[in-house]
């Protein structure tokens, strides 16, 4: 009796066989999971496993769309993706090929956003018309942000470096977490009934589509669009564009720029008065030399009637207004210049920047950040954050003193 045939196959084409059955029969899907074993090889490619409390699959997100992801991705994040199940035959590992990924629960928030900003921009929210100008030269700027972000840090440096004597103030909010959208409308409300700024910065650093859901809340952009002061954002980066931008009067890309937009250029106001000054100068020699060029005219005239002894006084009078006039305008520029220079010094003698770069700091009792100006503001256990020139010191007080009791 003979035995029948048996089908015999080579390692490689048994994977070769499973890997083209899995493709075709699992040739697109999603999966969710928990992102582990990132890794970012010099190739480009990223390859990941995602996992839950049973199982994991490794993941390959190649080149030609890692770079799409590259930054975002990162190990214990929840991650939704789509792609095809295969098999690695060198290896004989079972994997999926990403061709989308995103984070989970980010496709939710996405929807929800886009039905927002479409209803709102039905409304009227967004129209050009409703942009209001920035100020040219505002009396003192208001910022809207975490005072412990590097987003302050950010407005503050830039600030000093373009307009040292622009006072700034700030709004503290919480720009991240349950309740910071409304924290963040009620912090516009407050600036518009305070009436001491004639432009606001609302800012933070960048984040996820979730970080930064507090300002893509509607009480948030209606807050924007009744605020009757110049409003700037400056969320995120160049590529985060929140329903706050929308509403707001201008768009920077980041807090940096943001700053840059609302305040002026000290330096190019300087050159501004130069030139000024040049042109003035110029207009009178002008128009000098053409009631000069007039008045050689008259004495041309005059010379016929023959009245040479009154001409020539007049013209020795009119070379005496002439240097007269000149001088005078020397002096008049020369004291407006020295009268911009005080009123700047001045300036930047009251601004909050330059107490702190004399060596003062601001106390801000947590988490209210309200001022601390006497002893009898705080209690013993209380937290206390200490604003300084450079940098921010995080204190509890363990003792307190007035001035009564400390002499």
Request: glycine share 6%.
């Amino acid at each position: 009796m003979f035995s029948p045939v048996q089908t015999i196959c080579t390692v490689s084409e048994l994977m070769q066989t499973a890997r083209l059955l899995l493709e075709n029969h699992f040739s697109s899907l999603w999966v969710q999971g928990e992102v582990s074993n990132l890794s970012r090889p010099s190739s480009g490619h990223l390859y990941f496993s995602l996992k839950d409390a049973k199982a994991q699959i490794r993941c390959a997100l190649f080149q030609n769309r890692a770079g799409l992801f590259r930054e975002s991705l990162r190990n214990g994040q929840q991650a939704l993706v789509r792609g095809r199940v295969s098999l690695y035959e060198p290896r004989g590992d079972f994997q999926l090929i990403v061709e989308y990924l995103e984070e989970a629960g980010a496709g939710a928030l996405r929807q929800a956003y886009d039905e927002l900003r479409l209803r709102l921009e039905r409304e009227g929210l967004f129209a050009a018309a409703c942009k209001q100008p920035l100020p040219r030269l505002p009396r003192r700027i208001g910022v809207i942000t975490s005072p412990t972000g590097a987003a302050l840090r950010d407005v503050l440096t830039t600030l000093r470096r373009r307009f040292p004597s622009l006072p700034v103030l700030l709004y503290p909010v919480p720009v991240q977490g349950a309740g910071a959208g409304a924290r963040i409308a009620q912090a516009i409300r407050r600036a518009v009934e305070q009436r001491e700024c004639d432009v606001l910065l609302l800012v933070r650093g960048g984040g996820s589509l979730e970080d930064l859901w507090a300002f893509n809340e509607e009480t948030v952009a209606r807050a924007i669009y009744a605020c009757p002061i110049p409003l700037v954002t400056g969320i995120g980066h160049e590529t985060d564009i929140t329903i706050a931008d929308f509403a707001a009067d201008q768009r920077a890309a980041t807090p940096t720029a943001a700053a840059e937009l609302a305040s002026p250029d000290r330096q190019e106001w300087l050159r501004q008065i130069q030139l000024l000054d040049e042109q003035l100068a110029r207009a009178l020699r002008q128009h000098l030399e053409a009631q000069g060029q007039r008045l050689n005219e008259l004495a041309r005239r005059l010379e016929r009637l023959h009245p040479h002894q009154r001409l020539h006084d007049r013209i020795q009078r009119l070379d005496e207004l002439d240097q007269r006039l000149l001088i005078a305008v020397r002096q008049h520029l020369q004291i407006a210049a020295r009268r911009l220079q005080g009123l700047s010094a001045h300036l930047h003698a009251l601004s909050p920047l330059a107490t702190l770069n004399r060596g003062y700091a601001i106390a801000r009792r947590r988490p209210d950040g309200e001022i601390l100006r006497q002893a009898n503001q705080a209690e013993i256990g209380d937290r206390v954050d200490i604003l300084l020139d450079k940098g921010l010191l995080e204190c509890e007080i363990r003792a307190i003193s007035t001035l009564a009791s400390a002499q």
